[in-house]
């Protein structure tokens, strides 16, 4: 029979070690590897709670805090890897234990816990600052957008629907645009953020425990907004993995979004934009070739994104209640998304702040294909009352008439005779006022158009939207920081020799 000492944690119940194949099949050090700290940190405050609710003594408190202190430093100092044997990053660290304080103080420790809860646990603490990471990049993203957004509320280009010629709308209008699908972003991230910051800590195995735990004493040292109580529940269930993915798979459909258009302007045919040498790359073939291969990228990481999520959703959806080992695959999608979609939001910002705007062939697009078409049809509405419909009716035939003769609306003299061949006179200077693309941008003025002074007050409200998000984030970040301190001067004293009594709870 396996004793206490022996390699295996559940080594009493099992007459033969695992074998190799079913190891290396069922490991997760690669997938836990981003967690060490958090699991330790949940060591730490796991083992003050325990001391502190009297369910181990100090002393062995003391051996146990000295060890995974050694263990923290070992791992910052890059000595400390996790053993593939060791089959994931709980028995890694508690093997540490084992190792230096002896087979009783690693027992001691696994009190009033599981490898359930603690999975879960160090899951959601990493995954809450990745957020955070994820939330900063997209601010930063925003910013560049905002600020061009705020340079350019009278540069024209044009506007797209069904990707042919619309309406005139300004180059500060489109980039807000997609500021404002990031802010929606930043607020789903901000929103999975309560959810996920609760403590399951303490759920046990499932059933929570027969110790006098306090589980918000463990919560509030870990940095946790509250405790994930139902303990069946908050071992079992992965909806704030799903959540994040999701949240991160629209992030990376709205990249996706602004890629696609970096991709497409930068093309000959729109040559409406041109990112930096540096963020493009050339042919091995084609010596004229300058291909937007980051914006390809972002556009094409997006798959994965969904595909993450998509993954996750398979893998949860048909478990029973309680922790089923299926869980271990939560980690690698939700690692791998949160990488794509901070990375993704960083590059493109680098993009877009280094793009050149080619504000001359805008100009020069909005003009020649009839944009303000709809704005000469409001003009005979607002001047000679007539409905729209037959205004529309009216510049209708006039667009098919010109196109018949290949002349356009910058013809004015032949606008002012189409129409009043028609019976609709208007003078030359009433053509060029509706006509002209920056005049038509600065007749729009209803809530949220293209016009400058609402583009002007749309970018300022995303970004006071922005800043606030970006405040609200580190916030969030330094509380995570002041309860690690907590923790960690807890520990110091308790290594000092301070009595648990005399500590700052
Ligand atoms: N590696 C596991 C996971 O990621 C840890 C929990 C394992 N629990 C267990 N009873 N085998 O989910």
Redesign the pocket.
Known sequence: MQTDGSEKLWGGRFSADMADLALAYSE?TD??SPMVQEDIWGSQAHALMLARCGIIPEEDLREILRWLEYARQEYEAGRMTLQRER??V?MNVEFYLREHAGPEMGGRLHTAR???D??VTDCRMHLRSRLLDVQEAVAALQSVLLSLAARHTETVMPGYTHTQHAQPISVGFWLSGHAAAFQRDQQRLEQTYVRVNRCPLGAAALAGTSFPTDRRLTAALLGFDGVEEHSLDAVGDRDFVMESLADLAILGVHLSRLAEEIVVFSTYEFGMIEVHDKHASGSSIMPQKKNPCLAELARGKTGRLVGRLMQSLMTFKGLISG?N?D??ED?PPLWEALAIAESGARVLAETMRDATLKTDRMRELVGKNFATATELANYLVRERGLPFRTCHEIIGSLVGQLIQEGETLNNHERVREILSAAGHDLTLEEIADVVDPEACLRLQRSLGSTGPEQTTALVGNLEDARSDAEVLAAERRAALLAARQWTARLVEAVLEGKGLDGLEW
Do not use: G, M, T
Request: no cysteine; glycine share 0%.
């Open positions: 997760s997938a836990d089959e994931d709980h599981s490898r359930n603690q999975v922790y080992r869980l271990q980690k």
